[in-house]
Structure formats: C-alpha cells, structure tokens
C-alpha cells in the first residue's frame, strides 16, 4: 500500500513540475512578445488602443453624428421660407441689441453664403461642438478613472504617454467625423432646398470649426488627465463652454463685459472673416498653441500623478 502511495506521489510530482515548467515557458514568452510589441510594434498596440476606443465610443458617435445632421438639415431646411419673408428684420426690430447678437445679423439672410456662416457655423455648430467636446473628454478622461479601468490599463505595455495621446487622438478623429456631417448635412440641405453650397467657404468653415472643436476637447481632457478630479474637470469645461458664449454674446454690447473677450474661446473662432474668403492667421495659431500647451502639462501630470 506504501508503494502504491509512494508511486502515485512521485507521479503527480512530477506532473507539477511539468506544469509548472510549463507555465514558466508560456508566461517567458508572453512577457518575451508582450517586450518585443512595446519595443518593436508599438504601433500595433497603440492601433488597438486607438481603434477600442473608436469602438467603445460607437454608439457616442452615432448619437451625435445624428444630432448634428438633422440640426444642419433643418435649419437649411428653413432657409428659403426665411429668404422670401420679412419676418427676421421684423423680429431683429423687437428684440433688445443686448440679445442681437444671439439671433444673428438679418443681412445675413439675404445670401446662402451669409446664413450657413452666421446661421449655422458662427452659432449652433460650436455651441453644440463645445456641449459634445465636453461629454466626451469626461468620458475618455474622467469616467475611465472612476471606474478604475484606467489603472488596469496602465497594467499593459503601453506607456503613459501613449495612453494620453492615443485617447487624445481618438477624440480628435471623432471630432472630425462630427465636422465632416455637417459639411454634408449642408451640401444634402442645399441640395433639398435648390441651392448651391459656395464650396471653398463650406471647407474653410469646417476647417476652423475642426480646430476650435479640438481646442474645446483638449482643453477638458488635459484637465482631467492632468489632475484625475472629475469635478474640477467638469467645471473647467462647464466655464469654457457656456462662459465663451455668454461673453461673446453680449460683450459686444455690454461695455465691462469686452474686456473678457479675449478670455472666450469663441473670441478665436470668427467667421466673418471666412465668409470674405479669409482666414484669421492669428486665431488658427492662438487656437493650434493652446492646444499643445494643454496637451503638454497633461503629459508632464499625467507621468508623474498616482492614478486611483
């Protein structure tokens, strides 16, 4: 009986070993491979990460894309009884000059060209890309944390800085899935209506409306990577959103409120100048550094802070 005993024991010695041999192999090479894609395809894994987040974010950019279509094709849709009525200059006349400027210039009805540049892209289109900017970078930035899957993912190979900038980057390019409806919500509603699109000024407009929703994004996300307080976060991108379109709402005709206009992110996005075939140079590059500025004290926090 105690060689039977002795027989099995020494069986089943062995076949740990065996295992665990195994397992010492298998987990060898994992870190081996896991080493040489951090070291040689990083890309690879940075793919991932980039297109997860694309993936996780489906139903956020369906969402939207249809928020913002249907609002580009509806107030094109308006157009032509807007054009052939004089109900506008009749509003325009009752309402107060402070609230003027939340209405638009009624000379602007008079072209295509003058309404999709004040109607749409000096108005709705960055109040709704500011509103969109903010729910997003809370939810790359502050829900990720709370959940604690932030800190699970910090686990893998991928750096820090790769985790910053490729979440970064996915909300750039949903940003710009977001810009790219609109110019087609408005060659689609012109269409529908009869109208032409003057081409070179719908691009123009959607290239510096890509640039400030991108500021708007990054300005929230590198708070909230930077410091990891979802609250302060969410007050720094409620005061941007909301405090840039009071401030350039009423400062024109608010004397102590124009001071404050260079403090609005809506100060730097200006349309008028595109509608006269312009770009303001010095907006695209106020709006390009702050963008930086604010991905680079992300980066140099987010290196250095614990992560809960």
Known sequence: MTAIFMKYFAGYRQKNLMTSRSLTVNSTTY??????????RGGKLMLTLLTKTLYDKRWF??????????????????????KQTDAFDKLAATVPDQLKALIGDAD???????????????????????????????????SEEEKGSLRTLLTTPLSRTRVLWERWGA?????????????????????????SVP?????????????????????TYAVGTATGKRGLMMAVGLTVTFGSFLISSFSKNVDWLDPFKYVSLLNYYDTSTIKDGTFNVGDIWILTLLTLICMCIAQLCFRRRDVS
């Open 199 to 219: 081409t070179d000024m719908i691009w123009r407009l959607g290239f510096m409306s890509w640039l400030f929703g991108v500021t708007a994004f990054t300005i």
């Open 61 to 82: 950019i369906i969402g939207w894309c249809a928020v913002m279509f249907f609002m580009i094709f509806l107030v094109m849709a308006v157009y032509p009884s807007l």
């Open 171 to 195: 909300g750039v390019i949903i940003v710009t899935v977001m810009i790219l409806v609109t110019v087609i919500g408005a060659y689609i509603g012109a269409a529908v209506i009869n109208e």
């Open 31 to 40: 870190l081996s491979t896991s080493t040489k894609t951090r070291k040689g």
């Open 108 to 142: 602007s009805f008079r072209t295509l060209k003058g309404y999709i540049a004040t109607q749409l892209y000096d108005i709705r289109v960055p109040l709704l890309l500011m509103i969109m900017s903010l729910v997003l970078a809370q939810g790359l930035a502050g």
